[in-house]
């Protein structure tokens, strides 16, 4: 529906019980929709802090500290998702993602191929495919420079 509406509706919701865990996880999740990832981050912690349990609400935090560039705390939600959850394809496809963004190629691939190992034709194993091809393709160019230099190096 109407995200204007919805919100109105959940503040009401709020005004009788502000700590009303489901109205926070929706303005959570409206906030990271909107691409408000501040927002949704801050409302994310909120949620955990009343279900501190909830996956779902780890793997969205998550979302959003990946977006805000908070790589560390990304790859902890994720890692604490797959811990509890070894079959969640988007979890592990988001620390694979997480770990290519941090650098850590070579521990990127692990989530990956468990990604496609879950269910080869789903849409997060082609992604986990292609990301673990443009890694196959860096990981060449780098040792063909590294050939190249070599040469270089040595006079």
Not at 54 to 76: P, S, Y
């Amino acid at each position: 529906g109407d995200p204007r509406r919805e919100r109105a509706c959940i503040a009401r919701v709020m005004l009788v019980d502000p700590e009303h865990d489901g109205a926070l996880a929706r303005l959570a999740e409206l906030a990271h929709d909107q691409g408000r990832y501040d927002e949704a981050h801050r409302q994310f912690q909120r949620v955990l802090l009343l279900r501190p349990g909830n996956l779902e609400i780890v793997f969205r935090l998550g979302l959003a500290a990946r977006r805000l560039g908070r790589l560390t705390q990304a790859r902890e939600c994720f890692e604490r998702v797959v811990a509890r959850r070894p079959r969640a394809r988007r979890a592990y496809l988001e620390l694979g993602q997480t770990l290519i963004a941090l650098g850590e190629d070579r521990i990127a691939i692990e989530p990956l191929e468990r990604v496609i190992w879950l269910d080869p034709v789903s849409e997060e194993a082609k992604v986990a495919d292609y990301e673990i091809e443009t890694l196959k393709r860096r990981d060449r160019a780098l040792r063909l420079v590294r050939s190249v230099a070599s040469p270089a190096l040595a006079m």
